[in-house]
């Protein structure tokens, strides 16, 4: 196995040279750099994963991390999981900040600018997708500061990695449960979504729409800023506008206030057909209570650690992740193996 000090001699620089090439650090000559890249890719040069990770030990590390407000109880768990993963890396030196911000590209921009300014390392963020935002995680990872998506993911830019549900595959898995479990051929759906601006709650209501195609019919789309309190104002109109709809997709959050309008505009409706994502505590709690037919999980405590473990490897080795795209599993729940 070649070492830093063979392509020193090689290129004839000194090992701090490579040094700086390999890890991108201080001002190298251009052409010296190029030099010594074409004797690291002749060689086949593979560094030390146990000595990078040591060294990283010695930077102390600062990863931040941006999610979705206080309001939504799905990201408390995604918090849980990160500080899980903290702990771990404290062994390493390795400290983590998290900052909640609503679904707002300004407000995550300005979180980020503040992570920039603290002299953070790297960034794990549910990102709105807005192209505004896609500029300037190209301008991070120009710095040298790698980005990882979580939970929803964003467009056109150079993220390092995905870390969150598959979810046109999860949309399509709501179809199909709304398939088994809707009462009779007559049923018209209804579906409750969050903010537009977020890539996962389009995707979910694209996987489901191509999969349910004509049965049962798709009467009407709300949305509900992912807020109960909306999202009970909002589902109570949409049902006493259409008396018909005896099914409801819950796309995004709000999943509670939209339960509740089911309720006070229906009642415990046997025909009342209601598919949601995530086992929050009240959501766990309309499954006990069969207004919710069925909720798929997607492992929020991994979508918590996960992204800080792929940015803390790539800070220490400069690999990347061997997927770009690292899916949690698609976990139903229904009332009998609701834990």
Do not use: W
């Not at 503040?114 to 709105?128: D, R, Y």
């Not at 709501?174 to 995707?203: F, P, Y």
Request: charged share 25%.
């Amino acid at each position: 196995m070649a070492t830093i000090k063979e392509i020193a001699d090689l290129a004839g620089v000194s090992r701090g040279t490579v040094d700086r090439v390999l890890n991108k650090r201080g001002s190298v000559n251009p052409q010296t750099a190029q030099k010594i890249m074409e004797i690291v890719h002749a060689l086949d040069y593979k560094p030390n994963r146990a000595g990078l990770v040591l060294a990283a030990q010695k930077k102390n590390l600062k990863l931040g991390v941006i999610l979705f407000g206080e309001g939504n109880p799905f990201f408390d768990e995604v918090t849980a999981g990160v500080h899980q993963k903290e702990e771990d890396l404290a062994c390493y030196n390795c400290t983590v900040q998290i900052k909640r911000v609503n679904v707002d590209t300004l407000e995550q921009l300005q979180a980020i600018d503040e992570f920039v300014k603290e002299g953070i390392n790297g960034i794990a963020i549910s990102p709105t997708n807005d192209p505004r935002l896609a500029r300037r995680i190209d301008e991070l990872f120009e710095q040298g500061i790698p980005v990882v998506a979580l939970n929803t993911d964003i467009k056109n830019c150079k993220r390092i990695a995905f870390v969150g549900s598959n979810y046109y595959q999860s949309g399509a898995t709501a179809a199909g449960l709304m398939r088994l479990m809707a009462k009779n051929e007559s049923t018209k759906i209804g579906i409750v979504t969050g903010s537009e601006e977020i890539l996962c709650h389009t995707e979910r209501i694209a996987g489901f729409t191509n999969a349910i195609q004509s049965y049962p019919n798709i009467v009407a789309t709300i949305t509900n800023d992912d807020d109960d309190f909306v999202s009970y104002d909002r589902t109570t109109q949409l049902l006493k506008e259409h008396p018909e709809i005896n099914a409801l997709f819950f796309a995004a959050a709000g999943v509670y206030g939209g339960c509740r309008a089911a309720l006070a505009m229906c009642g415990q409706k046997k025909d009342m057909t209601i598919i949601t994502f995530d086992k929050v505590a009240t959501t766990k709690e309309m499954v006990a209570k069969d207004v919710i037919s069925a909720t798929i999980c997607q492992e929020p405590l991994v979508q918590g650690s996960k992204p800080l473990d792929i940015l803390f490897s790539y800070l220490a080795t400069g690999d990347l992740p061997k997927s770009e795209y690292n899916y949690t599993a698609v976990d139903i729940r229904i009332k009998e193996n609701m834990d």
